[in-house]
């Protein structure tokens, strides 16, 4: 370790918890922060109050950018820990460099910390639904319970309408999957339960089927019916929320999908692999109708003090600047939504996401949601134009332990197609929403 940095202990560290000019910063994969147990901690999860900043990220030149946006500014105190000494190092150097001047580091969080369970830690609630590259390759080697092997879980490598996608390189075994099985192209709902239980029990799904969903991260490619195009890891969350809503009981996501797969170091392949179908998909379809909300649910949410509507789209398309779709006409937003702003256009979840690709820090996105009313004591129902961000937006409050969460379908695609339903245009007067960025 380097002899300019300051070493603190753990009884220091326990007096500076709750001190709001302090960041405690965890220099450790996000999936360590959410609770996965990755090395020698023997809880998973993170320090109670802490800030998540993986040592990665020092590699982008957007970090200082990252660690404004946390508010973590040049007079705070900042403490690294992360479960190895070059890790920490590597964070705590890069605040030195840019100013930084009271930066010290923490040594201790797997053999003090972690280890005694009187001291305070925190993790994502459902975090087990969302895994790590290392987990994943653990599961393909049999190095799983039993409850994971054979055929008892299925990798989906998830794209809209490109075949070429998985032929371009996926994880060795898993299988194709075209949002368009699970949605109708007319409607961009989810499918019938007919339609559904024929397309899960083709992919060898059932009901008891682990299902590992993941896409590659691509910008859109101008397609000129869809505009998320090969947007492959918000597909994935697309195809999940359909996959509970009909009742398969262990969906997961892996967290960044193919890049973080990649970076990790795994390698991927063009070798085709062919589901299994089965003859059975096991319960009825939807075993999960409440996740789903229709027009009329949405209508009665829009009027309850115990609900929220939640808009995740850009403000361009909240105050009806753009649509936000080549094929929605209409512009404006559903009145009485509240603005849960997915990032700066139609095509990127900013807001939600790491610049890697990865699940945001949850306690930020809870944050954010707090400052405008959308709370886990209400049923939200989340929304965009057609349900793809609406389907991310509902993912991280499930794996937040949400209770009652839903995505409006329809969305405004639904919404504005029907003339007899009101719209508005420009800055709600009622509500102070900041059109940046949130932070």
């Given amino acids: 370790m380097s002899n ?42 993170h320090i109670k109050g802490a800030r998540s900043l993986p040592a990665k990220w020092c590699s982008y030149i957007d970090w200082i950018e990252i660690v404004r946006s946390k508010g973590i500014l040049p007079g705070h105190k900042v403490v690294v820990y992360g479960g ?16 930084y001047n009271d930066v010290c580091i923490y040594e201790h969080f797997e053999d003090e910390w972690s280890a005694d369970p009187g001291l305070p830690m925190d993790k994502l609630a459902r975090y087990e639904n969302l895994v790590s590259p290392q987990w994943l390759k653990s599961l393909m080697d049999g190095e799983m319970p039993t409850a994971y092997r054979g055929d008892n879980f299925i990798i989906c490598h998830t794209h809209y309408r490109n075949p070429d996608d998985y032929k371009e390189g996926h994880i060795q075994g898993s299988i194709p999957l075209d949002t368009l099985e699970l949605e109708a192209p ?21 009901h ?39 009742g398969v009981k262990d969906v997961k996501i892996l967290n960044g999908g193919l890049q973080s797969w990649l970076d990790d170091g795994y390698e991927i392949t063009s070798d085709e692999t062919l589901p299994e179908p089965v003859n059975e998909f096991g319960v009825d379809i939807p075993a999960n109708p409440k996740l789903a909300v229709d027009i009329d649910k949405a209508k009665k949410l829009l009027k309850s003090d115990d609900g929220n509507l939640v808009c995740i789209r850009s403000w361009r398309e909240y105050i009806g600047e753009v649509s ?90 639904e919404w504005s197609n029907d003339p007899a339903n009101p719209y508005e245009t420009g800055i709600p007067e009622s509500e102070e929403i900041s059109n940046t960025m949130m932070e």
């Fill in 186 to 206: 007319e409607t961009w709902n989810r499918r019938s339960s007919s339609e559904l239980k024929a397309a899960l029990e083709a992919k060898g799904i059932k």
């Fill in 84 to 99: 190895n000494g070059e890790q920490i190092e590597k964070v705590a150097l890069c605040f030195l460099r840019l100013g």
């Fill in 324 to 413: 936000g779709y080549n094929y929605i006409e209409k512009t404006g937003r559903i009145p009485g939504a509240v603005f849960g702003n997915c990032g700066s256009d139609a095509y990127h979840m900013e807001n939600y996401r790491n610049l890697d690709y990865t699940m945001r820090e949850f306690h930020e996105v809870e944050r954010n949601w707090k400052s405008v009313g959308i709370v886990p004591e209400k049923h939200n129902a989340f929304y965009c134009g057609t349900g793809w961000r609406g389907s991310e937006a509902f993912f991280n409050a499930y794996l937040m332990g949400w209770p009652r969460v839903s995505v409006f379908d329809g969305g405004w695609f």
């Fill in 208 to 246: 008891d089927t682990t299902v590992v969903l993941y896409g590659r991260y691509s910008f859109p490619n101008n397609d000129d019916t869809f505009p998320g195009s090969n947007a492959g890891q918000i597909a994935a969350m697309r195809c999940a929320f359909i996959m509970m809503y009909a």
């Fill in 4 to 45: 300019i940095l300051c070493r603190i202990t753990t009884e220091q560290l326990q007096k500076l918890i709750n001190n709001t000019n302090c960041h405690i910063i965890d220099s450790r994969p996000p999936d360590a922060y959410n609770g996965w147990i990755m090395d020698k901690e023997s809880r998973g999860g």
